[in-house]
C-alpha cells in the first residue's frame, strides 16, 4: 500500500549566499509491507539532515526552512504511520513522522538518481519512559556506575560494492567489455556465497544497473553498520600485457605510480569527472573518519583475499597495494578495494566474459572474507 504527500523545502546556501533561501521540493511517500513500512524523502537534489527516532515519533531536521500544505498531515490507511507534521526551530525545519504506536528504525540508507532518504520502520515494544520518582526520605541516593564500554561484535554484516553502474562504465575492453557489468556480476555471486555459505547479512550498494556516488557507496555502508567493506572492480592499463589481481586498501601515499593512478581514476566524480579530490582532504577523511582504526584489519582482510585470487585463479601475484581511493577512506570500516583481473588485457578480458571464471573469482573473494572472519571473531573471544 502506497501513500504520498509532498512538502516544499527550502534550505540555507551557506555556499553561494549565506542569507539567501533556496525552495528545495521534498515528496514524502511511504509504503506498509508485511513487518515493516518503509518512509522516503525525495528530492531533485541532495540534501543534509539530522535524525532522531523515538518510539512515538521519527524527526528529520533540515537547515532552513520547511513548508508543508497544513500543519498536520494525516497518511491514509498506513498500519504504522498516523500523520506528518512540520515545524521551525530556530534556523532548524523539523518534519515529523507521528507513529500509531511504538516504532524504530531498523534500517536507514540513501539512494540517488533520484536523491532519496529511506527508512524502514517496524513495530516496537518501547513505551515513553514514565517521570522519574523522587528519591524516598529516609533514603540516600547511590551513586552510579558507568555502563560498560560495547565490547567489539563478531561480524554479522558485510556491504559488497560492485563498482561503476548506469552512465559510469568504468574501463572498456576490445570487445566492449564494460566493467560495471563485470563488478555487478562477481558482486551478485559473492552476495550468493556469503549468504548460503555462512549466513551472514549482506547489502549491496547496488544490485543493479544504476549510478551510485563514492560519497554514497561508503554511506550506505556506514548507515547500514556493516563490519567489513568490499568493493568489487577490474583493472585496466596503457601497457595491454599487464595482467594479474591487485587488492587495495587506504593509505595516503600509493605504493607504486601506477597505484596512484588507479586511484586517482577511481576517485573522479562520475557526475563532474573534473572534480578531484585534494589532498588537505583526503588528510581530513582520515583523520575525522574512523578509517584510521581499521587499516590494520583492513590490511589483514587484503591480504588473505590476495592469496585466495593467486592460488584460485592461478594469475599473477601483483600483490597487496596501498593507495588513497575515496571511496575506502569514508568507510568506518574494514575495507578493500579488489581489481580482480585487466579488462585491457586481451585474454583476461576474454576470461572475465566467461561465467565460469567469475565464479571462481568470487569463490576466491569469498574464501579470503571467511579466513579474515575466523581471524577476526577469534580475537573476540
Known sequence: MKNSIKAGIFCAALLVAPRLLISLGIDFRSFDHEGYTRVVFQSARSFAYRVQSHPDRLEVRLNGRADLPSPALVVPNSQLLDRVTCEQRGEESVITVHFKGAAEVRKNFI????F?????LVRSEKTTAPPPQAPAAAEKSQPQEPPPAPRPRSIETI????????EDFGAIGRSKLKEKDVTLKIGLKLKKLIESKIGLRVIMTRDQDSEVSLNTRASIANNQLAQMFVSIHVNSSFRKSAYGSETYFVSLQATDPESLELAQKENQNAENPGEAIQNDELKMILWNMAQTEHIRESSKLAEYIQNELNV??????????QAP?????RAAMPAVLIEAAFISNASEEKKLQREDFL???SLAIYNGISKFIYHFNSTLK
Not at 111 to 114: F, G, H, I, N, S
Not at 159 to 166: A, E, L, R, W
Open 159 to 166: 556491504c559488497i560494492d560492485p563498482g561503476h553502474g548506469g
Open 325 to 329: 581511493f575515496r571511496v575506502l577512506m
Open 111 to 114: 539512494l540517488e538518481k533520484p
Open 359 to 361: 565464479d571462481k573469482v
Open 312 to 321: 584460485l585463479l592461478g594469475t599473477r601475484d601483483r600483490g597487496v597495494k
Open 116 to 120: 532519496r532518504v529511506v527508512f524502514d
